[in-house]
């Protein structure tokens, strides 16, 4: 079956500038994570999600991060006023059960590059 | 103090040689993982344990809850093997990562 998606792959932006990054999880999976990782650096838990409970926001780094989950599905990791800092690739993982106790799937990643 | 310590940092080996990478934590989990990241930047999950020992295939892994320690190994390592393999834990509500280990196999 199909696995995590992730688009855009690539995305090159301006500093200051807005990005959308979408995941589609696998058919089924109520949880929903969302990592980073920056050049050279391991990877960073962002937020959780699990079914239609509140997201665990935890890991956000500022503000300027945000995400929602529609319809307990796809879901968009949103970056406000990007800085050159924010450079990473960005990645989904969707688990059928959640709570970080069963295997994750991960997505491809979208590479994110700050200008 | 990184929550999850991973050693070695980089491992090369000859081809067939047996691997071990270890993971120790300092906190009480509800469960580990181990993945593995090849070159092109793909992430698999290869294990997830709360307890006891696990196989598949060439692959073992193995947890001591009370010396809050896992190790991951590979039997008859091959180059296909090369990648960065990562522990991760469910520490609090979030997921914690060691830096991982850089493993290359060599012919």
């Known amino acids: 079956g199909a696995g995590v998606s992730q688009s855009p792959s690539n995305k090159v932006t301006e500093k200051g500038k807005d990005v959308e990054l979408r995941c589609d999880p696998i058919s089924g999976h109520t949880a929903l994570y969302w990592y980073r990782q920056s050049l050279g650096q391991g990877l960073e838990f962002l937020i959780y999600f699990q079914g239609n409970s509140a997201p665990d926001k935890s890991g956000l780094p500022s503000d300027r991060f945000s995400a929602e989950r529609t319809g307990g599905s796809v879901s968009t990791l949103t970056i406000q006023r990007t800085q050159q800092e924010d450079s990473a690739v960005y990645l989904c993982a969707s688990s059928f059960q959640g709570q970080g106790i069963d295997t994750q799937y991960f997505g491809p990643g979208t590479r994110l590059t700050v200008l | 103090k990184n929550e999850v310590e991973q050693s070695p940092q980089n491992l090369t080996a000859q081809e067939g040689e047996f691997i071990t990478i270890n993971c120790s934590y300092s906190v009480g989990i509800s469960a580990l993982h181990w993945l593995q990241q090849h070159p092109g930047g793909g992430i698999v999950s290869l294990f997830m344990?709360?307890?006891g020992k696990k196989k598949h295939g060439r692959l073992i892994a193995t947890i001591n809850i009370q010396e809050k320690h896992s190790s991951l190994h590979i039997t008859a390592s091959h180059p296909r093997d090369s990648a960065v393999y990562i522990c991760?834990?469910?520490?609090?509500?979030?997921?914690?990562f060691g830096a991982g280990t850089r493993l290359t196999v060599k012919p």
């Open positions: 991760a834990v469910r520490f609090g509500n979030d997921m914690r």
């Open positions: 344990l709360s307890s």
